[in-house]
């Protein structure tokens, strides 16, 4: 299984940059996805999942309006579109996904990082 995230880079402050996380090895449909970022020094935190069942999406406030989660089936690909950009949304950006197989089991993996820069 490989998740290759992409997509990454240098923006300016109120940019947008357009964060893919492409699969092989599972079907993505399949799993539940979630974006994460991390700061060297500080603890990673999520900016949004697109669930399994329904596609509901989640974000988190301090996301909430500039952050969208979408799935591309065909490309077996979930993307991040990250518009209004702030200098504090730099950061090394994550794909993590998820499928429950029994009660007690999850099948759970990590992509690469992307980094993200923001400049203001």
């Known amino acids: 299984v490989q998740l290759q995230a992409s997509g990454g880079g240098l923006v300016p402050s109120g940019g947008s940059l357009r964060l893919s996380c492409a699969a092989s090895?599972?079907?993505?449909?399949?799993?539940?996805v979630g974006w994460f970022r991390r700061v060297p020094g500080k603890q990673s935190e999520g900016v949004g999942c697109?669930?399994?069942?329904?596609?509901?999406?989640y974000y988190p406030d301090l996301v909430k309006g500039r952050f969208i989660i979408s799935r591309v089936n065909s490309e077996n690909t979930v993307y991040l579109q990250m518009s209004s950009l702030k200098p504090e949304d730099t950061a090394v950006y994550y794909c993590?996904?998820?499928?429950?197989?029994?009660?007690?089991?999850?099948?759970?993996?990590w992509g690469q990082g992307t980094l993200v820069t923001v400049s203001s």
């Open positions: 697109i669930s399994s069942k329904n596609d509901n999406m």
């Open positions: 993590n996904v998820e499928r429950r197989i029994n009660i007690a089991t999850r099948e759970n993996y």
């Open positions: 090895g599972i079907t993505l449909k399949d799993y539940s």
